[in-house]
């Protein structure tokens, strides 16, 4: 099983619409969990952190965790083109190692 | 304030030749994170630095590779006798404490020909 699992896509969604992008992660102990996104060819950008259960919003981006199912999501409010992306799921583990999921390609359509 | 600075951004070497990759990170910042990313492939961990201290290189292969952060000046990543499996992309991170945000330079696009 793989620490973090993320639905690598392609998710397509319209122009104005609302994105959203899925992460689960196997240690339960796990504390601090990061999205990023990565333009192809660029190197992975922060987007947001989350560290306590709950909602989290930053813009058009709200970040969503619960610890008891071990799921973190990312909704992308108003999608963009220039949101057309990789999204990159990070978790620190119990012993402070990130790792990382394969990343959920998203393409908005205009 | 200046970001992660890596370089080159490009290299390319000859099978068994050495490549080494340096990293500044972010002012403030003493934790380095070197990552691999092969093409359509998510981000490999390698090796979790302090200064002077390596913590984790876990993900590091035993051979070949090894990685330093001296007290003074860039981490280093270094690949001894390359082979063409090692081609792809190394990231560095930096982040200001332990279990923090990381933070990505532009990344060394490794070829080996």
């Known amino acids: 099983q793989k620490e973090v699992e993320q639905n690598s896509g392609p998710l397509s969604v319209p122009e104005g619409a609302i994105a959203s992008l899925n992460c689960t992660y196997s240690?339960?102990?796990?504390?601090?969990f990061f999205w990023y996104r990565q333009y192809s060819g660029k190197s992975p950008e922060l987007i947001m952190f989350?560290?306590?259960?709950g909602d989290k919003e930053d813009g058009r981006f709200t970040a969503q965790l619960n610890k008891a199912s071990q799921y973190v999501s990312l909704l992308i409010r108003d999608s963009q083109p220039s949101d057309s992306a990789t999204y990159l799921c990070?978790?620190?583990?119990?012993?402070?190692?990130?790792?990382f999921g394969t990343g959920t390609s998203l393409t908005v359509i205009p | 304030n200046a970001g992660v600075m890596q370089n080159p951004r490009h290299l390319v070497r000859r099978r068994g030749q050495e490549a080494r990759l340096r990293c500044s990170p972010m002012?403030?910042?003493?934790?380095v994170y070197w990552y691999r990313q092969l093409p359509e492939e998510g981000l490999k961990f390698m090796v979790y630095?302090?200064?002077?201290?390596?913590?984790?290189e876990s993900g590091m292969p035993k051979e070949r590779f090894s990685a330093e952060f001296p007290k003074e000046g860039p981490s280093i990543l270094r690949i001894q006798q390359v082979v063409r499996g090692d081609s792809a992309a190394y990231f560095c991170?930096?982040?200001?404490?332990?279990?923090?945000?990381?933070?990505f330079g532009p990344g060394t696009r490794l070829t080996v020909t």
């Open positions: 991170a930096s982040s200001p404490g332990q279990g923090g945000e990381q933070y």
């Open positions: 240690d339960r102990g796990s504390q601090s």
């Open positions: 630095l302090q200064k002077e201290n390596i913590i984790d």
């Open positions: 989350i560290y306590s259960n």
């Open positions: 002012k403030g910042h003493s934790h």
């Open positions: 990070a978790v620190m583990g119990t012993g402070n190692q990130f790792y």
